[in-house]
DNA sequence: ACTAGTGCGGTAATTAAATGA
DNA sequence: ATCATTTAATTACCGCACTAG
């Protein structure tokens, strides 16, 4: 019971307010070519210099300019002319409604996208890892089974290194000739393309309660 | 030298305003444990109902308050009215200001961090991508070394099939017997812990200028 | 319990700069 | 190139919630 002085009550503003857009305009054709009334001369709507303002459109309005918006987000001054005078607003209340409107959808829907994408960057994190391990793990049970390849190969010949397959041989000796669990794995033809922070943190949405 | 139409000049309006909020109060000793009873009385400064608006702050103005904002984001309130008395403004004001201040910058944190997880995200897709190349190209490998293994064995045994280090063997056998080009690899003990949409279309920031 | 002070989210409105026809 | 519209940034206010005395 602090405040409520002239909650969505009128207050008496000395404001110059934007014409009075009246349908009564000629109508000069077409939909895009004409609106201009900037300086409007004060008299229109409220006759007196003085204009009522009220702040805070009424349920049903909102509820109407929310269904317009979910139709388009940009309608014409046509259509949102048309809703001004359904709804008994100015005009200019309309359009500064569906510009408040839109900035607001872009900021949630930013925010939405951040946390969509961060899902998506933790999934992706959590197999990124996984797929190291495989790799380590792939890499040394290669390592194993080259050695195995050499033991059946020595015992076979003993002491010869001539084998039944060369090239398949050496296509295994260069991979499993790597120094295993090293987590870097050539960047093969990707370099440089993105830096690499690394940074694995994981941090939450708390970042957005601390200043300093 | 195109927009000097009345800059920072003054509109009357009509408007209650919180009181003068001196700056003489009696320092009550802590810096944490004190901070209640500003006891504004409410009809104080103006007295009179009409105030004049300045619609616009001038760029002393807010650069002092961007200045101290850089200091800290969430003032005192005997910082915020010593500031308002030092820019001789109402410090009512000044802790919109403020406030106005706390919600960019949190907005403009938010779009930072979303630019930042975005190519954090993407070298990750990246590397994902490159790990499960290599993976698989693991596998291959490790599925010939064991054809080679088996092609071996049976060349010395000629039919039977005992080797001389079995743990080793079924230790290969397990990891090359898996059918090799899946793209998948197990999902050992990760599942469910978060939903894989898996979706690497990699869209930039366009969202945010198409409405529907 | 009561009350004042503050922060925050949401919203309305205005202005400057960018864009478009 | 003027005029109209849109976006981004600003300023301000309300309503709610929380906190502290």
Known sequence: MNHQVADDEMVLITQYYPGIYT???????????????????????????????KRKLSDEQVNLLEQSFGNEHKPESERKDK????????PRQVAVW??????????????????KLK?????????????????????????EAEKEIQR?????FDGVSSNTSPSMSS????????????GEFGMDGLDNVFYAPDNNYVQGLDWVNLYI
Chains 1, 2 share one sequence.
Do not use: I
């Open 152 to 156: 059946l190969l020595l015992e076979r």
């Open 119 to 143: 899902s998506e960057h933790d999934t992706n994190v959590v197999e990124k890892c996984r797929l190291e391990t495989e790799v380590m793990k792939l890499k040394e049970q290669l390592l």
């Open 83 to 90: 809703l001004a005078s359904e709804l008994g607003l100015d």
């Open 98 to 115: 569906f510009q408040n409107r839109r900035a607001r959808w872009k900021s949630k829907k930013l925010e939405e996208e951040y946390s």
């Open 23 to 53: 349908q009564l305009v000629p109508q000069q054709g077409e939909s895009k070519l004409r609106r201009r009334r900037k300086k409007n001369k004060g008299e229109g709507s409220g006759s007196g210099a003085m204009m009522m303002r």
């Open 171 to 182: 296509f295994l000796m260069e991979a499993a000739m790597e120094p295993p669990f090293l």
